[in-house]
């Protein structure tokens, strides 16, 4: 078994609903490592370059306002980077399929998932589908030094001009 690290997103409909504890727990059946983890304010652009792959369906800005919270009234994700041995497969199904009907009634999506009126579907999580999907979310997701080992190559460099927030 390979040793892989995958993102997964505790989505705006999960967290108002109460969930982060449930599905925590369900997540820690895998028996992996949590490398990394934050509550992210979800921007148009990161929701945009995450659902990159999905521009042009019809769902898609219905799909990015589900991501930043405006269905929810909750503008919050909670990110997380879990690896070991063949994480990727091991989170998905626990996670369970995309549409939650599909979704075994026991996986995280079967239990807690829904598809709204207009086709979208609800599924409280996000988990990453391959290797190199994991590689690019957990790219955009996190920044290398918030990730508490090194999983992919660094390098150091200077930044000018950069503007940031900081505490007043």
């Known amino acids: 078994m390979a040793v892989q690290s995958t993102l997964i997103l505790i989505k705006p409909d999960g967290l108002v609903k109460?969930?982060?504890?449930?599905?925590?727990?369900?997540?820690?059946?895998?028996?992996?490592?949590?490398?990394?983890?934050?509550?992210?304010?979800?921007s148009r652009e990161l929701a945009e370059e995450h659902y990159s792959h999905l521009k042009g369906k019809p769902f898609f800005e219905e799909l990015i306002e589900y991501i930043m919270g405006?269905?929810?009234?909750?503008?919050?994700?909670v990110a997380f980077v879990y690896q070991g041995?063949?994480?990727?497969?091991?989170?998905?199904?626990i996670v369970g399929d995309t549409n939650p009907e599909a979704a075994n009634p026991v996986s995280i999506r079967g239990a807690?998932?829904?598809i709204t009126t207009t086709g979208v579907f609800e599924n409280v999580v996000h988990a990453s589908s391959s290797p190199e999907d994991a590689e690019k979310e957990i790219k955009l997701w996190f920044r290398p030094d918030?990730?508490?080992?090194?999983i992919y190559p660094t390098k150091e460099v200077v930044l000018n001009n950069i503007k940031t927030r900081v505490w007043a």
Do not use: C, F, P
């Not at 405006?70 to 994700?77: A, Q």
């Open 85 to 93: 041995d063949d994480a990727i497969t091991k989170i998905r199904d």
């Open 112 to 114: 807690y998932g829904r």
């Open 70 to 77: 405006e269905i929810h009234h909750s503008n919050r994700v």
């Open 146 to 150: 918030e990730i508490v080992v090194d």
């Open 18 to 42: 109460s969930l982060t504890g449930n599905i925590l727990s369900r997540l820690s059946e895998a028996k992996l490592i949590i490398t990394a983890a934050k509550v992210v304010r979800v």
